[in-house]
């Protein structure tokens, strides 16, 4: 058995996740891509343990997200939208400020099945980030629902369970 199935293995069953939609314009009820998340993390087995959305504004996302990995009842965080370029896109600047650990990789394979899987050349404008604040994981995504289904099922429903037991490991 290779160490990336033994640490599997070790794993934890569930993870208790905090969804965070960010978007000026967007309602839990027109809030596709959040229920998206919340369905895809569900079906998994993770434990959902609240949703909001928060508008698309530096401060207000990085409060939040601060909070929310400092909760005792959350050990996850997973954001939608504000990931691109335009002006009022901060989601990645305001988590990339708290992160203790980044995740590079988790970009960098977003974009990757961006790019081959989905839209081609437009992945470079993604600014998909992740990473670890204290023994929080935080794992932030564009808001279309192509690129929470690309994401979630390809990167974060695998391994969100070994990243929990990697940050909980014991030297």
């Given at each position: ?83 691109g370029i335009s002006?009022?896109?901060t989601t990645y ?79």
């Amino acid at each position: 058995m290779s160490s990336v199935e033994e640490h599997r293995k070790q794993a934890p069953q569930t993870v208790a996740c905090y969804v965070i939609t960010v978007s000026d314009t967007r309602t839990m009820e027109t809030d596709t891509g959040g229920q998206l998340l919340v369905s895809m993390l569900e079906e998994a087995g993770y434990q959902v343990v609240g949703r909001t959305i928060v508008k698309d504004d530096y401060e207000d996302i990085r409060e939040l997200v601060y909070k929310s990995s400092v909760h005792s009842g959350i050990e996850a965080v997973l954001l939608t939208g504000g990931t691109g370029i335009s002006p009022r896109d901060t989601t990645y600047e305001a988590v990339a400020s708290l992160l203790d650990k980044s995740l590079p990789g988790f970009g960098e394979i977003f974009r990757l099945l961006s790019f081959t899987e989905d839209i081609g050349s437009a992945a470079i404008l993604s600014r998909a980030i992740a990473g670890t604040i204290g023994n929080t994981a935080v794992f932030s995504m564009p808001g279309s629902t192509g690129a929470i289904k690309l994401a979630m099922s390809r990167l974060i429903v695998p391994e969100l369970r070994h990243v929990m037991r990697e940050i909980y490991k014991k030297e």
